[in-house]
């Protein structure tokens, strides 16, 4: 059996649905079940999760609720795997929606994620939602974890026993409709790019009217100019990345096998311009990117960190005085000192 656990949390290590979805991964693993896991993120890779979907028997889909909604990340993916138009990916494939919450709203994103799937084409399966007051209550209260153990069992069984639905009427749309709409839309799609692209009649206006024709040329010196700046600060942006990478790659002093962390580390004044640390085996990897699983995120601007790579400042320094933000494992964080030696 071939299960898909995605994830449409913020990826922090307090999360409850993280948590959540870490014990289902372990239940399942009991039960001798194939499992994959992604964690989302804006990126599209829908293409590569809707083939492991098409491959599998079962769907965990599950989310944080912070204030309402489900989360940015899972609606895009919903919405990509709506926009693909592939029902026979979901035909059959059963749904455990998990929505969990510290405030209020976990019904409502439940009812969403089972409404979604129904209108993708899956099936019902069971549903994993609630109130949590604290993620470790997840890890340590012992009721907890009994109800998120059984609700996996019992989406096991499900599966196992391919238990039948009454038919609904989302699925009980005729498939020529489906069909029908496809053709219409591209139908639509094609006329557009046509009228769009057919730009005679705009050009020869333009042509009789020399003050618009200088107007439009305007115009596009302008973009170019935009777009060429931005190129500009893009390749800057990343030299100065690359920079700070190559003066921790020159300290790191960090020997201990047993220790394994990664270090997300963001720039507030520079986008697109985050960098991560990974630890592993004695071993120092750097790389710029996003790390969902980061043990320790850290939030400052390129001033703070110029003064934490040239010895000027302490991580541990520098998060007691705020000049940077932390989140995740503290501990981690004061041990970002010790693996570095940062000279003046």
Not at 12 to 41: G, Y
Not at 52 to 60: L, N, R, Y
Request: proline letters at 1%.
């Amino acid at each position: 059996m071939d299960i898909i656990i995605i994830y449409g949390g913020n990826g922090l290590a307090d999360d409850l649905s993280l948590a959540a979805t870490k014990r289902i991964h372990t239940v399942l693993k009991e039960l001798e079940v194939n499992v994959k896991e992604h964690h989302l993120s804006f990126d599209d890779k829908t293409e590569e999760i809707l083939k492991e979907i098409k491959d599998s028997q079962g769907v965990v889909m599950a989310t944080t609720v912070e204030w309402m909604g489900i989360g940015g990340r899972l609606q895009t993916f919903l919405d990509r795997c709506y926009h693909a138009g592939q029902k026979s990916v979901f035909a059959g494939k059963y749904l455990m929606s998990v929505a969990l919450t510290q405030v209020s709203g976990e019904c409502d994103a439940n009812v969403y994620l089972q409404k979604a799937w129904d209108i993708l084409g899956g099936r019902e399966g069971i549903s994993l939602y609630g109130r949590v007051e604290k993620f470790v209550d997840i890890e340590t209260d012992q009721n907890i974890r009994c109800i998120i153990d059984k609700k996996t069992e019992d989406f096991y069984r499900i599966i196992n026993q391919k238990r039948q639905c009454l038919p609904n009427s989302m699925n009980s749309i005729p498939q020529s409709l489906d069909a029908s709409h496809a053709a219409a839309t591209a139908e639509k799609h094609n006329l557009f790019n046509q009228v769009v692209s057919d730009d005679t009649p705009l050009q020869q206006a333009l042509e009789q009217d020399p003050i618009k024709m200088k107007q439009r040329k305007d115009i596009e010196e302008l973009s170019d100019l935009f777009n060429t700046k931005l190129q500009t600060e893009s390749v800057v942006t990343g030299n100065a990345s690359n920079h700070y990478l190559n003066k921790l790659e020159q300290a790191y002093v960090g020997q201990d096998q047993d220790l394994h962390c990664t270090y997300h580390i963001c720039l507030t004044d520079k986008p697109n311009s985050d960098m991560v640390l990974k630890v592993q085996n004695g071993k120092l990897m750097t790389y710029m990117g996003k790390e969902q699983m980061a043990q320790v995120v850290m939030e400052m601007d390129s001033i703070t960190l110029e003064r934490i790579v040239t010895g000027k400042l302490t991580a541990q320094r520098g998060f007691l005085t705020g000049q940077l933000k932390a989140k995740g494992n503290f501990t981690l964080l004061y041990e970002f000192d010790h693996l570095f030696k940062l000279q003046k």
